[in-house]
């Protein structure tokens, strides 16, 4: 979550319920209030600069303090590293890749990984978009899923389906690569779509460059190539832009 820019945000909004209320619904004795979550444009770079994360929904949480390697499924839907969805062992820098899909949806207003086609998390799917947007997967990633399907979860992990799963390619429906170590599902891949083409509206074209190699430090298939907390900091896109 993030802090309001200033409170005339919430005075505006108060203002707007009165004179035009959401969509609600009684049951019983409560009110349920349909979701609002759009608060209109952000006041330019002086709005953003009052604006602070605040980190919060530690149900999903995970300790870092149990012996390796992490394998368990982890994560929102749309927010999976991919990593996570091969079971090849997750770390820190799954963190890196959940901070590139905060900043693009809190830019663009919208999902970068969207599964616009379907009503129910795909993981194949999400690896076809990821796919789109970073290119092939790496060679060493798909060896990696390989030699890491002999690890099983203790205990076993019911997926979406309802059954019980004892690995990542038994809970997210893989494996996703052939004997030859080609995408299963190369139909589902969106090629018409890229970084370039989602960009946000709110990045300037003399931005554009320098934000899209901001992303592609986070973004990245394989974990140890994602840029540090720290490292990113320093970014010259993110320096100058904040």
């Known amino acids: 979550m993030v802090t309001f820019e200033d409170q005339s945000v919430i005075e505006e909004f108060v203002q707007g319920q009165i004179r035009n209320p959401m969509a609600r619904k009684t049951i019983g004795n409560r009110t349920v209030y349909r979701c609002h979550n759009n608060f209109g ?10 604006m602070y994360p605040k980190i919060t929904d530690f149900g999903l949480a995970q300790r870092m303090d149990t012996a390796g390697p992490h394998i368990h499924p982890i994560q929102p839907d749309d927010c999976h590293a991919p990593e996570v969805i091969l079971g090849v062992g997750w770390s820190y820098s799954a963190d890196i ?6 900043v693009w949806d809190f830019l663009a207003g919208r999902g970068l990984f969207q599964q616009s086609d379907s009503r129910s998390y795909s993981p194949v799917g999400h690896l076809a978009e990821m796919i789109a947007f970073l290119g092939p997967v790496p060679p060493i990633l798909i060896q990696r899923e390989r030699s890491m399907r002999q690890w099983q979860w203790s205990p076993k992990v019911r997926n979406a389906r309802g059954e019980l799963s004892s690995n990542a390619a038994e809970f997210y429906g893989g494996p996703f690569f052939t004997d030859k170590g080609e995408f299963t599902r190369n139909d589902l891949v969106p090629y018409t779509r890229s970084l370039q083409s989602e960009l946000p509206d709110c990045i300037p074209e ?25 490292e990113l900091k320093n970014d010259p896109w993110l320096n100058d832009y904040i």
């Open 97 to 102: 890749w959940n901070f590139g899909i905060m």
């Open 41 to 50: 444009d952000i006041d330019g770079k002086e709005g953003l600069k009052n």
């Open 206 to 230: 003399d931005e554009a460059d320098r934000f899209i190699k901001f992303m592609r430090r986070m973004l990245c298939w394989l974990p140890e190539e994602r840029a540090t907390a720290k």
